[in-house]
């Protein structure tokens, strides 16, 4: 990871673009290792919020919530509380956290619902294009053109 004078990372938060803003969906095993590091003495009591791991790993906060996404439930169980996130060692504090996601899972699944019944009332750009399409075109004929 490249460096700069201040930070010691390639980033520099400001009240624009914080820790938690930059990042994004690729990353490598040594991201995930400084993740995985960093979120392996959490727990339920003493519970690690995203600005703080970023700022501990040098791992960028979106790239952090992908990392944390795409081990969930695979490697670790995640729990979430308002002061941040931690590894479930109970499954009862896993609980809060998955009844949240099933609730924005929904919440989404309806939001798209809504979005393509709107689109169906907008024009399109280019219309339909196949609309009087000829199905007979597809047909061969013997007839060279």
Not at 117 to 130: C, V
Request: aromatic content about 8%.
């Amino acid at each position: 990871m490249t460096q700069t004078a201040g930070s010691g990372y390639w980033w520099h938060p400001t009240a624009a673009l914080d820790a938690t803003r930059i990042g994004g969906q690729q990353y490598g095993n040594a991201e995930v290792r400084e993740v995985m590091q960093s979120l392996q003495h959490t727990t339920y009591a003493r519970p690690l919020n995203n600005a703080s791991i970023a700022l501990q790993t040098g791992v960028p906060g979106r790239t952090i919530r992908q990392i944390v996404s795409d081990l969930d439930g695979r490697v670790m169980l995640i729990g979430k509380r308002s002061s941040g996130m931690f590894v479930c060692h109970y499954a009862d504090e896993a609980a809060e956290y998955t009844g949240a996601l099933d609730k924005h899972w929904k919440s989404e699944r309806e939001r798209v619902r809504r979005r393509r019944a709107f689109t169906e009332n907008l024009p399109r750009r280019q219309g339909l294009m196949f609309d009087n399409f000829d199905a007979d075109l597809l047909e061969d004929d013997d007839e060279d053109y």
